[in-house]
């Protein structure tokens, strides 16, 4: 945890405070240097700046080499500050020419340069830009705003994006793509290979690959369609409407990177020599695959995340703890309470104003688990099976009918609890929640489920 936690979580809200504006608009320009592995960015931003304030901020990924900001092409005065608390980030200040009055709307301008990172990488022949790094001004409100990206890179190139491609043009030696969507798509992936489109249940699944992969590729497409259907059929289809999977020349771990599903190469081929036959083969491309895909869908999926609500708001403002205080209520469990209160708001994910959709799972950013039914239901029973909990989660994951009913009539047969009154106080109150806690089976393969538990592969 940050060695500031404590503090920050003091005067975390006054900072909050200067990012008084709202972003309505982005419009970036972005051109693709391989040569010398850099990317070049203009980007502007409609906002709408709080009245009478003269001072107006935004935050940008560290390794943003910012060199103008401009208003009407006027330079601007601005400072950056860096902000210990905020991994790879810095706060930009900037001076706005006049006194903002009331509906007013500004354009704001901004040119800076990013070289090869963690987040941007020019690796044998392709680029990505993953944008969790924050490499567009913004806020930390998490709201969401129009965007147009119009990016330049290199001709025979083909561009993988959250966002919805709109136009391509061939000019001289290279192309520009003119994308639009929304501020949640922004990150990007540009690769001189192969690319298909499919559909399913409304939905297109693209794909990006080399030409010797196309077998393998075909086959991340049928256990897509598969995942896509499940996902569906359970748990409903949310604000996605794309699955991208991109197979590019590296060799690093698969990731998602909140937009796309990107694997490396080198874990097809090595795919090759872990399975013996085609059908293990398959399996193993299927256990990573569907890590992902749940991943992304719950990202992404129209579903409150309770860390927002519960821990942060605690007993005052959410009916599902009262009604757990009035169950439960004793000087132990408050104690609890506010512990998981205390952890929840000095963690990144509460301080950086992540939630679910911006890929926050759990405590916070830094750790990897996917709760869909989620905290509440994790965090509650631990309050009410104590040391039991991992016993009963083994237990849980050994069930062949993972339902609710099941879970309800299991704690109270082992510790004589009713908790019924969660289906009424939670889960029936949000239509994107299936009572249906199922486990994602492949042949014997048990993946992440909604209780975020993985149960090891034999």
């Known amino acids: 945890m940050n060695i500031y936690s ?104 901004f040119k800076y340069y990013c070289t090869q990172n963690d987040y941007i990488s020019f690796n044998k022949g392709n680029f990505l830009l993953n944008n969790n790094a924050g490499f567009f001004p913004h806020i930390p409100t998490g709201d969401s705003y129009e965007c147009e990206a119009v990016i330049s890179m290199p001709e025979g190139w083909n561009l993988m994006t959250g966002c919805i491609e709109v136009k391509k043009d061939i000019k001289y030696s290279g192309q520009v793509v003119t994308v639009v969507g929304d501020n949640n798509g922004l990150s990007f992936i ?22 010797q992969y196309l077998n393998q590729a075909r086959l991340l497409n049928s256990l897509t ?16 409407d794309k699955v991208n999977i991109a197979v590019v020349q590296g060799a690093f771990d698969p990731y998602f990177d909140g937009s796309n599903i990107v694997f490396p190469c080198e874990w097809l081929d090595s795919i090759k020599s872990l399975g013996k036959t085609p059908k293990e083969r398959e399996k193993l491309i299927f256990r990573d695959l569907s890590a992902l895909v749940s991943k992304m869908w719950w990202s992404q999926v129209n579903v409150k995340h309770p860390d927002d609500v519960w821990l942060k708001d605690g007993f005052s403002e959410y009916f599902a703890l009262l009604a757990i205080e009035n ?75 993972l339902s609710w009913d099941n879970v309800e009539e299991y ?25 249906n806690l199922a486990r994602i089976d492949y042949d014997g393969i048990v993946l992440k489920g909604n209780m975020g538990i993985e149960h090891k592969v034999e």
């Open 411 to 435: 704690i109270h047969k082992v510790s004589d609890k009713d908790i019924s009154w969660i289906r009424e106080c939670y889960i029936l109150k949000h239509n994107n929640v299936n009572t």
């Open 6 to 109: 404590r503090l920050i979580s003091r005067f975390y809200p006054v900072f909050l405070k200067q990012f008084n504006q709202k972003i309505t608009k982005l419009a970036t320009k972005i051109g693709i240097n391989t040569k010398n592995k850099s990317v070049l960015f203009e980007s502007s931003l409609t906002v709408e700046p709080a009245i009478r304030e003269r001072n107006i901020s935004f935050l940008l990924s560290y390794d943003c080499h910012l060199y103008e900001v401009s208003y009407l092409g006027i330079p601007l005065k601005y400072k950056l500050k860096p902000v210990r608390f905020y991994n790879g980030l810095q706060l930009v200040v900037i001076e706005l020419p006049m006194l903002p009055n009331a509906n007013t709307k500004i354009n704001i301008t």
């Open 225 to 240: 369609k598969g995942l896509a259907d499940y996902f569906l059929t359970n748990l409903g289809k949310g604000s996605i």
């Open 327 to 401: 169950k439960y209520g004793n000087t132990d469990f408050r104690h609890k309470i506010k512990e998981l209160q205390l952890l929840y708001r000095e963690s990144r994910g509460f301080l950086e104003g992540l939630t679910l959709r911006n890929a926050s799972y759990g405590m916070g950013k830094e750790l990897d688990g996917v709760y869909p039914l989620n905290i509440l239901l994790i965090h509650l029973l631990h309050f009410v099976l104590d040391e039991n909990f991992f016993s009963f989660s083994q237990k849980f994951i050994s069930w062949n009918d």
């Open 190 to 211: 540009g690769y001189p290979s192969l690319r298909t489109s499919d559909s399913y249940g409304g939905m297109s699944i693209n794909l990006l690959y080399p030409r």
